[in-house]
């Protein structure tokens, strides 16, 4: 089993914004396998990487230079308005129909408009609620 150091594990719960208390309940273990993992210094890739994922950090994926933020995948160089849902990626990667194609292309135009400098989230003044978002036949992610 491929093994990272126990600091690389307290350096991804830091970065992750995680208690120490909160690590047994994300990762699923017990008071008692941290505590090994610690004598050891030994911890298994898959914990470190939980970690790594829950920061926003999707380098470890092979998505250099991405993140998420709030839901939402971001360029690091570009700018907060610029932004991605994920079942956009989902879509284009594995459905070409029309129907989909044209939704996502849709929901492109809408983000790209300007909007008086508000951030992913947040509501236009005159508006109730935000726009609904649609997840398409892929299901929640």
């Not at 920061?55 to 907060?80: Q, T």
Request: proline share 8%; aromatic share 8%.
């Amino acid at each position: 089993m491929k093994t990272k150091s126990w600091n690389e594990l307290i350096s991804a719960r830091i970065d992750a914004g995680l208690f120490f208390g909160e690590l047994k309940n994300v990762l699923g273990t017990s008071d008692r396998t941290l505590a090994r993992w610690k004598k050891k210094d030994a911890v298994p890739v898959w914990a470190v990487r939980i970690l790594e994922l829950l920061s926003g950090d999707l380098e470890p994926l092979g998505w250099k230079d991405w993140e998420l933020k709030n839901g939402y995948l971001c360029h690091k160089n570009l700018s907060d308005r610029h932004f991605w849902l994920p079942v956009d990626v989902l879509v284009t990667a594995f459905c070409d129909c029309t129907a989909h194609r044209e939704a996502a292309k849709a929901r492109s135009d809408q983000r790209l408009r300007p909007q008086s400098g508000l951030r992913p989230g947040q509501i236009a003044p005159g508006e109730t609620t935000p726009p609904p978002l649609s997840r398409g036949p892929v299901g929640p992610l």
